[in-house]
């Protein structure tokens, strides 16, 4: 059996994946780097749930609707001659909208709130913000989003991820935790 040599567009669906999932790889992130902190991390968990409803609040409020002629995504080539590709029909509710854009929201929440509890950039924080970019790019590739409702996205997160951390550390916030016994 001969070894295929991936070729360019192997290479970039590769990177299209990594856009369509940085949330979930971004988290698992905010997971590893945060599991000692878990005060922190629930605090994260909890943030990141709200930035989930206040996007979906969002684009029920503005109802901004998505770019036309959206590029069809293919996700899973289990079959190369039969792809498995998303459209704009499976969009439902308010996800037919797309300001703000949930994947830059919650990218950029998680980004925003690791580099607000590191107080640092850190290389694992870069490379972070590459996946971040290569969401934005997936996005706009694929014609899901326009560069307002990506800024729009980019600018809620990242408020929100501030914030979240600003919660932290609130003095009622340090006193439960130390009631709990862990810092």
């Given at each position: 059996m001969m070894m295929e040599i991936p070729t360019y567009e192997t290479a970039l669906w590769g990177?299209?994946?990594?856009?369509?999932?940085?949330?979930?790889?971004?988290?698992?992130?905010?997971?590893?780097?945060?599991?000692?902190?878990?005060?922190?991390?629930?605090?994260?968990?909890?943030?990141?749930?709200?930035?989930?409803?206040?996007?979906?609040?969002?684009?029920?409020?503005?109802?901004?609707?998505?770019?036309?002629?959206?590029?069809?995504?293919?996700?899973?080539?289990?079959?190369?001659?039969?792809?498995?590709?998303?459209?704009?029909?499976?969009?439902?509710?308010?996800?037919?909208?797309?300001?703000?854009?949930?994947?830059?929201?919650?990218?950029?929440?998680?980004?925003?709130?690791?580099?607000?509890?590191?107080h640092r950039i850190t290389r694992v924080w870069t490379l972070c913000f590459l996946v971040a970019?290569?969401?934005?790019?997936?996005?706009?590739?694929?014609?899901?989003?326009?560069?307002?409702?990506?800024?729009?996205?980019?600018?809620?997160?990242?408020?929100?991820?501030?914030?979240?951390?600003?919660?932290?550390?609130?003095?009622?916030?340090?006193?439960?935790?130390?009631?709990?016994?862990?810092?």
């Amino acid at each position: 059996m001969m070894m295929e040599i991936p070729t360019y567009e192997t290479a970039l669906w590769g990177l299209d994946l990594v856009g369509f999932y940085s949330f979930n790889i971004l988290s698992f992130v905010a997971v590893l780097t945060l599991y000692r902190r878990w005060a922190v991390l629930l605090v994260y968990v909890v943030g990141g749930v709200a930035n989930l409803y206040l996007n979906w609040g969002l684009k029920a409020l503005v109802r901004d609707p998505r770019p036309p002629n959206p590029l069809p995504m293919v996700l899973f080539p289990v079959d190369p001659t039969q792809p498995v590709t998303t459209d704009t029909h499976y969009y439902v509710g308010v996800e037919r909208y797309g300001f703000p854009s949930g994947h830059a929201q919650l990218v950029f929440y998680a980004l925003a709130f690791l580099y607000f509890v590191q107080h640092r950039i850190t290389r694992v924080w870069t490379l972070c913000f590459l996946v971040a970019a290569l969401t934005l790019y997936q996005r706009l590739k694929y014609r899901r989003h326009t560069v307002e409702q990506l800024l729009a996205g980019v600018l809620v997160g990242s408020v929100t991820g501030w914030l979240t951390v600003e919660l932290t550390q609130t003095s009622t916030f340090i006193r439960v935790v130390k009631l709990l016994g862990h810092e």
